[in-house]
């Protein structure tokens, strides 16, 4: 296992940002913080590694990449070692998950709301893995939008899937994470991309689990 040096100090940018959603406030706060403690691992590492080998073996081309709620960047890291060469891009809320970003060096870092954030250039590859299951419902057609406006080319979706949608009670608080069709849900909203694949990823795994997760790839027509 490797470590991080966080920052202990208060969360002065939390403390500057009126947050639209009540969700926004909870990951960029002392939650976010504890999260970060729990995620951090060689394992879910070398997960990541297998997961991104395959879809990336789906796509082409890609040489640069955005992830829309990077935390600590534990799926760049493992882009980092599938694309040394390509030049990645985080958002994300947290501010000692941000500081422990920058303290890397490997990733150009916003650090604010995704529902706050204005994309100045667009990306081969735009994504969002375990992000979209804790947004407000109601804010999801503004991501939506953004992970399709962020992309040049491809666009990768991971979360947990369900057919309706449903809460979940998580980690005994109510509000904070929603299961959905989000894949099916994006391609309504924009019906000229092209699904390139999708896998199911179970938590018993025997080598690379991801905690039930299902990914999706997609590709903008030209």
Known sequence: ???????HSTNKTMEKMNYQTEQEKFWAGDFGDEYIRRNVDTRLLASNVAMFAQILGRTEGV???VELGANVGMNLRALRQLLPEA???????????ATALREWGECK??????????????????????VLIHINPESLPRVYDLLFACSKRYILIVEYYNPTPMEVVYRGHQGKLFKRDFAG????RFPGVHLLDYKF?????????????????FEKQA
């Not at 490797?2 to 920052?7: A, E, K, Q, T, V």
């Not at 990823?201 to 790839?217: I, M």
């Open 1 to 7: 296992m490797f470590s991080l040096r966080l920052d």
């Open 63 to 65: 040489a640069s990449v």
């Open 87 to 97: 030049a990645l891009a985080a958002v994300e809320i947290n501010h000692k998950a």
């Open 109 to 130: 870092v916003q650090e604010c709301s995704i529902l706050e954030y204005q994309p100045q250039q667009q990306c081969d590859l735009a994504f969002v893995k375990g």
């Open 185 to 188: 849900e994006f391609m309504e």
């Open 201 to 217: 990823v179970y938590r018993r795994d025997r080598n690379f689990p991801q905690d039930d997760s299902t990914w999706f790839l």
